[in-house]
């Protein structure tokens, strides 16, 4: 993880900026670092190091050092968890990214399991994208069977730059995904029609947007939770 880290630190703050103001957005991030239980690591399980701007992400990650973690497995599921638990700001969009290179424990030495993970993160709209750097299969299919249920996807890259050129794009995908959704909303909105599938071609039109584009908004809009009033009265 350390290539990674020294990688992330060097470009994750322009990337931040870069991504906010691309989209217009928002962007609030919170750093989740994670080890293992006892005996396996004494020092932590999941330290969440809160919300904060950019300028925070910078510190947060700049504190991050690659150590502990005794054995191969690692308590995954405990740091995904912790996004479902977060305190989040009001109708904000919850994106959570998780980068590793060792499997989880399965069930982890805490009880925790996939399906508990996944019922607690779709219970709080967090929608998970994750990258394995060089990780085995066993890892790759442990993240690929959270983001199958959570709304995103699993990459596996095999070097630090790829994780990082990952991280990059799937902050500017995710941020894109963002503003096309709450330009589908408006538009569905205006036009008076549901914001669901039902409204799509009507919303594609109206935006110049291909149906296929205007479609996987529909299915962002549905995953996030927030559907708006179906139809006009
Ligand atoms: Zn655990």
Redesign the pocket.
């Known amino acids: 993880m350390q290539p990674f880290l020294d990688n992330a630190k060097r470009y994750i703050r322009e990337l931040a900026e870069e991504t906010a103001q691309a989209n217009d957005l928002d962007l609030s991030y919170c750093v989740i670092e994670y080890r293992d239980?006892p005996p396996q690591d004494r020092s932590f399980?999941v330290k969440n190091r809160g919300f904060g701007d950019d300028k925070q992400l910078q510190s947060d990650l700049d504190a991050l050092r690659a150590e502990g973690g005794g054995d191969d497995p690692e308590?995954m599921?405990?740091a995904v968890i912790e996004a479902a638990v977060l305190t989040y700001r009001p109708g904000a969009d919850r994106i959570a990214l998780l980068v590793a290179d060792s499997p989880p424990?399965n069930p982890?030495?805490?009880?925790?399991n996939p399906l508990k993970v996944i019922d607690a993160c779709a219970k709080a709209n967090v929608i998970l994208n994750a990258c394995s750097i060089a990780g085995s299969k066993i890892t790759e299919s442990a993240m690929r069977e959270l983001t199958d249920a959570l709304g995103g996807y699993t990459t596996t890259v095999q070097s630090a730059k790829a994780a990082v050129e990952y991280t990059s794009d799937t902050f500017l995908k995710t941020a894109g995904d963002v503003g096309r959704a709450r330009a589908y909303y408006s538009a569905a909105v205006s036009l008076g029609v549901s914001d669901d599938f039902a409204g799509a071609t009507a919303v594609a039109a109206k935006l110049g947007w291909d149906e296929k584009t205007a479609a996987e908004s529909a299915i962002y809009l549905r995953r996030r939770g927030t559907m708006a009033p179906a139809k006009k009265k």
């Open positions: 239980h399980v308590a599921y405990d424990h982890c030495l805490c009880g925790l």
